[in-house]
């Protein structure tokens, strides 16, 4: 490895012990070394409390989502038909959409005076019913994306085989195309329960009394209890546990690649009423799906007092002083566009270091550990970036670049999961006659790669916008009083009574529904044909 390539993987290494493995070894070490024999001993007690609940939810949450979503990956995989990019595209910005936002879409759609309610019992708007919906509705997207690209280049040669043998459609399917699906739904459950087990956002605004998950633990603990011990120790569960749950993830995912897959896979115009009717419903039911949380929120922005009204935006503009944001919530949307902006910067550069060095094929456990930011919690992290830099000489805890840099390691992962494919895609040969014409491995990266997978560098940068642009968890720490984002200042509104601020938070998700579908639906038009990235 030449010393230019060595520079392209000290950067991101650099960056990762910086602002990730110190803050998070800060926290828990200062806090492991303050426990006490109280504490270990009332961790058995606490962990009881919500690491049931949080496999639960977690669990069911995985199981509707892969029943919601199969059937879905079913026509994807098939069928060719009007809306289909239309539903492919809500179902993506769906999955990036801010947690404060789906939590507020789902709480307006089950509430007691929402479009569902008299199909649900009272308080159905929280609890584990609004939980299991909220990640249904975030989630659907990685399984109709990674089941039904799969499902679409499987060999179907022996289904057809099966047909012709006298087999009902129910029996082919059942023992024929399930078992060799197989593979693609273990992948596509394992990253649901995944993301579900460290759900924050979600659980924090739509969970009833007693409904805690670990990360809700950690920061019921280190800030309401100030018990900083038991939030570390609660910490270290969670980053054991997910670990484990990084480790299977990978591996179900590594099955996938290359597995019983045909070359190419053709859609077809659906045939006869049968198909012409699941393709209908499925359009039906996903846009009610995709589209309905985010039309309640809209519609709820508009009306005040029973009638339609710019107020609540119109408010936005408005002094606040004194009041819970400390600025006006138009302020926010300036801050969160900057934070986000700069965040995505950041996490280009290091994700696509880091992705180069991947799709080298160095060290393959590198991509296990690139992901931890995703598996340890915005809580810990956030907390920890506070407590590491608050002391000379990297006293930056009030430093704008914290803000962004604890977003950029939430969307670093999904950077480097957008360029690795792109990159190795890229033939050996290339590099290899580059390389002979006298080029570095830095400027085989720069004029020969890059030019070949920008677009999915194009992905890339959207997603980490949009990403960045609803991060809640970490910044709910890191951020200043005076420069809260969208999602903090959505969820302090919430939190405030009074219809007028209830309004102005609905406005807010509004803005925020827009700009975050905006930067998927644009970086969705560089996706290139077939890619599936999530």
């Keep these: ?76 995989a098939r069928f060719r038909f009007p809306l289909r990019g239309t539903i492919e595209a809500l179902a993506v910005v769906a999955f990036v959409m801010p947690t404060v936002v789906v939590a507020t879409a789902v709480g307006s759609l089950l509430a007691s005076d929402g479009p569902l309610a008299r199909l649900l019992p009272a308080g159905a708007d929280h609890g584990l019913t609004a939980i299991i919906v909220a990640h249904v509705y975030f989630n659907v997207a990685v399984v109709l994306r990674l089941v039904g690209s799969y499902w679409r280049h499987l060999d179907r040669r022996p289904e057809q085989a099966a047909a012709c043998l006298g087999a009902p459609p129910w029996r082919v399917f059942r023992s024929v195309t399930l078992p060799r699906l197989t593979p693609a739904i273990a992948a596509a459950a394992a990253i649901v329960f995944l993301f579900t087990f460290t759900s924050f956002g979600i659980v924090l605004l739509l969970g009833g009394p007693g409904q805690a998950t670990i990360e809700v633990a950690v ?20 980053i054991v546990v997910v670990g484990l749950l990084l480790v299977a993830q990978i591996r179900l995912s590594s099955r996938v690649v290359g597995h019983d897959v045909a070359r190419s896979g053709r859609l077809r115009a659906p045939r006869g009423a049968r198909e012409t009717l699941a393709v ?13 949380p985010v039309v309640v929120v809209v519609v709820r922005a508009l009306r005040v007092a029973d009638a339609w009204s710019l107020a609540n935006f119109t408010a936005l503009s408005s002094a606040r ?27 280009t550069v290091v994700g696509s270091c880091l992705a180069w060095v991947v799709s080298r094929g160095r060290g393959r456990g590198t991509e296990t550990w690139l992901l931890l930011p995703l598996g340890v919690s915005a809580v810990v992290l956030g907390f920890g970036m506070l407590i590491a830099f608050d002391t000379a000489p990297l006293d930056w805890r009030h430093s704008f670049w914290m803000v962004p840099i604890a977003q950029a390691l939430i969307a670093i992962p999904f950077v480097v999961r957008a360029l690795v494919p792109a990159l190795r895609s890229v033939g050996p040969r290339v590099r290899q006659a580059a390389a002979t014409l006298g080029a570095s491995p830095v400027q085989v990266l720069l004029r020969v790669e890059l030019p070949m997978v920008w677009r999915a560098l194009a992905v890339a940068v959207g997603f980490a916008f949009a990403i960045s642009l609803g991060e809640f968890g970490a910044t709910l720490f890191v951020a200043r009083g005076d420069r809260p984002t969208v999602p903090i200042a959505i969820y302090r509104l919430l939190g405030t009574p009074g219809d007028a601020n209830h309004g102005q938070a609905m406005a807010l998700a509004t803005i925020l529904i827009v700009l975050t579908a905006a930067a998927v639906l644009l970086t969705d038009r560089f996706r290139s044909p077939g890619a599936h990235h999530v």
């Excluded at 800060?26 to 006490?36: F, I, K, P, R, V």
């Excluded at 100030?226 to 969670?238: I, V």
């Excluded at 209908?280 to 309905?292: I, K, W």
């Design 219 to 238: 920061q019921e603990q280190a800030l309401f209890r100030y018990d900083l011990p038991m939030a570390a120790a609660l910490s270290l569960l969670q």
């Design 1 to 76: 490895m030449s010393t230019r390539s060595r520079l392209l993987w000290f950067l991101p290494v650099g960056f990762l012990v910086l602002f990730f493995v110190y803050p998070v070894g800060t926290l828990l070490g200062t806090a492991l070394s303050e426990a006490t024999a109280a504490t270990w001993a009332g961790f058995p007690s606490v962990a009881a409390q919500v690491l049931p609940f949080t496999v639960l939810q977690a669990l069911l949450s995985t199981v509707v989502t892969v029943a919601v979503a199969l059937p879905g990956a079913a026509v994807l």
């Design 321 to 347: 002083e004194g009041s819970v944001l400390f600025v006006s919530p138009a302020e926010a949307i300036g801050n969160s566009v900057l934070y986000a902006v700069t965040a995505a910067a950041i996490a």
């Design 280 to 292: 209908a419903a499925f359009v039906v039911g996903y846009l009610l799906l995709l589209a309905g």
